[in-house]
């Protein structure tokens, strides 16, 4: 039986025009990248689980492999729940490609949602430092996956990614003439980017690959 998918909902931050006039004006490197990439913006979709689920799928592999390996897993329940997956066979986890170690992972995160270990419903009143602690709590999600889905799910607006490779690499290119850069130089340059870190952040990441990063 074919998986049934409920329809992608794309939904775009309301904050986004005010976050790029504020940004073109606190920053000259933003006020030269945001007017290239014309409408394009963040865009969130998915549901909560799936977007946890899809990103311990991808964690260590091409994002190729990793769509494939999604792919083939999708395919295992009726629909993508927590409930359902914790209903699935570990056989059938590892032929879609999963590790041992990734199987664990995502056990762990569908009884951290099934028993509602996560207040997923509360999340909208919590700060981000709050969601933050209480994502790592689950195995396989560490700091920098729990500040992705900050921006790529919940749309905070001020999320500053210092693990991200890609960020500390774009503000290298950016800002440093390609130097290397520590945190602190990272954090320094970022500053005037508050309340839009998030914004400024997804900029910084075009500068390197113009395709939008989903999850």
Same mark, same amino acid.
């Given at each position: #039986? ?6 992608? !909902? ?7 025009? &005010? ?6 004006? /606190? ?57 359902? !997956? ?6 059938? #986890? ?7 170690? /990734? ?15 996560v207040h997923? &419903? ?46 500390i690499n ?10 290397? !850069? ?5 954090? &320094? !340059? ?8 998030s914004v ?13 990063? &989903?999850?």
């Amino acid at each position: #039986m074919s998986a049934s998918f409920p329809p992608i !909902v794309l939904a775009t931050p309301a904050y986004w025009e &005010e976050a790029c006039k504020h940004l073109s004006k /606190k920053d000259r490197v933003l006020k030269r990248l945001i007017p290239q990439f014309g409408d394009a913006c963040l865009q969130s979709r998915g549901d909560a689980f799936t977007t946890l689920a899809r990103s311990i799928v991808g964690q260590q592999i091409s994002v190729k492999a990793a769509q494939t390996v999604w792919d083939r897993l999708a395919k295992l329940p009726r629909r993508m729940s927590a409930g359902n !997956v914790l209903k699935l066979k570990v056989d059938d #986890m590892q032929a879609a490609g999963l590790s041992a170690r /990734k199987i664990e992972y995502l056990v762990d995160l569908a009884l951290h949602f099934d028993s509602g270990a996560v207040h997923a &419903e509360a999340w909208a009143e919590m700060s981000d430092e709050e969601i933050i602690a209480e994502l790592v709590g689950i195995r396989g999600i560490g700091r920098w996956t729990a500040e992705m889905f900050l921006i790529f799910h919940l749309m905070r607006p001020n999320v500053l990614p210092l693990d991200d490779i890609g960020l500390i690499n774009g503000i290298s290119k950016n800002y440093f003439s390609g130097e290397a !850069v520590s945190r602190s130089d990272a954090r &320094e !340059v970022a500053a005037p980017w508050a309340p839009f870190c998030s914004v400024a952040t997804w900029y910084i990441w075009r500068s390197l690959d113009p395709l939008p990063v &989903e999850y």
